[in-house]
Structures are given as structure tokens and as C-alpha cells.
């Protein structure tokens, strides 16, 4: 079976200042692995996603995540945050072995960027 | 880009009533997706659509059905609305295979009473 665990349900972290938000997955085969974002009574947005290759994936609005197998995570990262950061994020996954299967979320994680 | 719209941001309907919520996306996507979302919960998966006329049970399918008769619509039906159906439900749908991405449509905020 497949899942997601984010195992924070709140970060706050300073403007300027890096942030990180934690996913980790259990999945049959490779991963595929999405980070999506959510702004106040909004849908969700795609950020960015890992399929192969550079285990560190560049994606919209100056984040990243970095792939890691061997610990089965796949955190999402800014180098400096803004307050327009501040929103819901959501990892979600879907394994090599599951073929066309929706995808699996994760339960969330607040971000709040204070000024 | 993919858009994905929902026929409703807002919708306040009364216990016991029958409720549509209509999809519509216009990239030709093969898949289709209704999730609804809780506080504390995430997203939840209610049903999804592979292609016209198919339809797969997801999580939550208890007090749901889905209709699919053209490939860029899916529709959601709340048989009988209650209460425990407040919530936000969004749609998503993606191409076919393993490596594709969703996309959602902006959600519809329901509230039962």
C-alpha cells in the first residue's frame, strides 16, 4: 500500500530565513513524488514533482525538494522565505508498481512565514 | 496551461436534498478525480474516472455517486445530502499514466443544514 506522512502539522519560520517542509513515503517501486500548495480557499497548485534523475528538483515560486531513497523522504525546501509563502502544502505520491492510480496525499502542513 | 473548473465556489443546500457538483476540464485528460477535504484529515478520495462512462470507487464512496458521459465532465451526486458532507470537494484530472500530474480545479465550499 502506499502512503504519505508529513510529520508536522505547522512550521513557522522568519522571513529570510530557510524553510523546510517534511514528507516521508512508503510505496511498492520507484516513486513518483508531487509537492502541491494551497492558498486560502483556493484548489491546490503543482510546485513540483520527482520522476528520475537529479535527486534535487527545481520547481515554481523558488522551491525545491531533494529526493532521498535511502531515508524515503522528500522535503520541500526554499532558501529564503517570503510571508507570501504562508499557505498549506501537501506531499503526495504514487509508486513505479501502481501504474495510473490516483495519487496519495499526505495530510497537510501549514506554513506560516512571519515578517 | 490545464484548466480544471468547478460549476460552484459556494453552495448551501438543505438535509435531504440531491446535490450536483460539476467538473469540467478542457485538456482532453483521460483521468478524472473528486476528493473532498476536511481540517485535519487532508484529502480524501471519493471516486475517480479513468475514461468515458468508467467510474472506480475511492476511500470514501459511502453517500456519493459520479457520473462521466462526456470526457471533459465529471459530476459528483450527493444522493441525499447530511450534514457529515460539509466540505470542501475539489476536482482534479490528469492524462493517463503513472508519471502524470493532477490538477485541480478551485474547490466548492458545501455547507449542509
Known amino acids: 500500500a502506499q502512503s504519505v506522512a508529513q510529520p508536522e502539522d505547522q512550521v513557522n519560520v522568519a522571513e529570510g530565513n530557510p524553510l523546510t517542509v517534511k514528507c516521508t513515503y512508503s510505496?511498492?517501486?520507484?516513486?513518483?513524488l508531487f509537492w502541491y500548495v494551497q492558498y486560502p480557499n483556493r484548489g491546490l497548485q503543482f510546485l513540483l514533482k520527482?520522476?528520475?534523475?537529479?535527486?534535487l528538483v527545481k520547481g515554481s515560486y523558488g522551491f525545491e525538494a531533494e529526493f532521498n531513497k535511502s531515508q524515503t523522504s522528500f522535503h520541500l525546501k526554499k532558501p529564503s522565505a517570503l510571508v507570501s509563502d504562508s499557505a498549506l502544502y501537501f506531499c503526495a505520491v504514487r509508486g513505479g508498481l501502481s501504474g495510473n492510480t490516483p495519487l496519495v496525499f499526505g495530510k497537510g502542513t501549514r506554513l506560516s512565514v512571519i515578517a | 496551461d490545464v484548466k480544471v473548473t468547478q460549476s460552484s465556489r459556494y453552495l448551501v443546500k438543505r438535509t435531504g436534498e440531491k446535490v450536483f457538483l460539476e467538473c469540467v476540464q478542457d485538456m482532453d485528460h483521460e483521468n478524472m478525480f473528486w476528493y473532498r477535504q476536511d481540517p485535519g484529515l487532508g484529502l480524501r478520495l471519493i471516486y475517480f474516472?479513468?475514461?468515458?462512462?468508467?467510474?472506480e470507487k475511492g476511500d470514501i464512496p459511502e453517500g456519493y455517486s459520479v457520473s462521466r458521459e462526456k470526457k471533459e465532465r465529471f459530476s459528483l451526486i450527493l444522493e441525499s445530502a447530511s450534514t457529515n458532507q460539509t466540505s470542501m470537494y475539489l476536482c482534479?484530472?490528469?492524462?493517463?499514466?503513472?508519471?502524470?500530474?493532477?490538477?485541480f480545479g478551485p474547490g466548492t465550499r458545501l455547507l449542509v443544514l
Open positions: 482534479a484530472s490528469s492524462l493517463g499514466g503513472a508519471l502524470e500530474t493532477q490538477y
Open positions: 520527482y520522476i528520475t534523475g537529479d535527486n
Open positions: 510505496v511498492s517501486g520507484n516513486p513518483y
Open positions: 474516472s479513468y475514461d468515458v462512462k468508467m467510474k
